[in-house]
């Protein structure tokens, strides 16, 4: 068996304090809230509140290998699922984010939905390990506790299906993120990538430990503080499947981004659509609900 490297996030990974608002406020109330723990009290399968907890994230195999898993663990070490177990809602319109790709790097990176867990692993086709052709330069990853149906055609999006993924989100802050690091971010727009005929939203979002996060709200103060980068983004995920010989990738809504409260509408219909995957009321294939 390959060894195995633990690290504990905490501090600005998967950290947030009680919130004055929200049917959560007891101060005594430390439980992250997993599906199966000790307190759910939550909006369909989340926490509305949570209370600075570790995870550690555990490295099996070498980086780059087709063997590497980056597995998530609570504080007794039981593994757990960053895709079901973290919680998505934080309260106040913030949310849990899982970094799979860090800035400035090419490896693809993904949660195995499909495996037990569902550990980050690097993507794979036809047996090799897959690239980005270029850096992608901002953090990128997923929202937990969200999931786009591949049953449901989106009349708004223009009948298209979703992807059988959880929802994807582009991280625009400074900092660089690691593999499987848990921010606190919240939505500022939405873009409606059509891949291959198939739904995939990219939330745009910022972490609230940015230095500029106070100073965007919307997709407009985007525009105005990050001046380019929704056109970047939007021309990024267009564009990077050409030098493979592929199609470029289109956008729909007029192939401009939403906004915050159209992003916030897709993030509670995708959260609707995973709390069915995981009742089982849809069925759920070769994806793994645990």
Known sequence: MAAARVMVSASNTLTAS???????????????????????KRRLFTCSAIYN?????????????????????????????????????????????????PKESSAKMEVATDEQHTPIKQDTKKGKLRYYPYNIHWNYGLLPQTWED??????????????NDPVDVVEIGESR??????????????????D???????????SLDDPRASLVNDVDDVEKHFP??????????????IPDGKPANRF??????????????????????????????IAAGELSLV
């Open 18 to 40: 009680l919130l004055s608002k929200g049917p959560l406020r007891r101060p005594n109330n430390f439980s992250l809230c997993f599906r199966n723990g000790p307190v759910q």
């Open 53 to 101: 907890p570790q995870i550690q994230t555990i490295e099996e195999g070498q980086p780059e290998t087709l063997d590497y898993r980056v597995y998530f663990a609570d504080n007794s070490g039981k593994k757990i699922s960053p895709w079901h177990d973290i919680p998505l809602h934080l309260g106040d319109g913030v949310f849990n984010f899982v970094v799979e790709i």
């Open 150 to 163: 591949p049953t449901f055609a989106n009349t708004e999006v223009e009948g298209a299906f979703g992807d």
């Open 177 to 194: 993120g690691k593999i499987g690091q848990v921010l606190k971010v919240k939505p500022l727009a939405a873009l409606a990538m059509i």
């Open 196 to 206: 291959e005929g198939e739904l995939d939203w990219k939330i745009v979002a910022i």
């Open 228 to 241: 380019g980068t929704l056109t970047a983004i939007r021309d990024w995920f267009r564009d990077y499947k």
């Open 252 to 281: 729909a809504l007029g192939n401009k981004p939403a906004n915050k409260d159209y992003a916030l509408k897709i993030i509670t219909e995708t959260n609707e659509s995973w709390a069915k995957l995981v009742k089982r009321s």
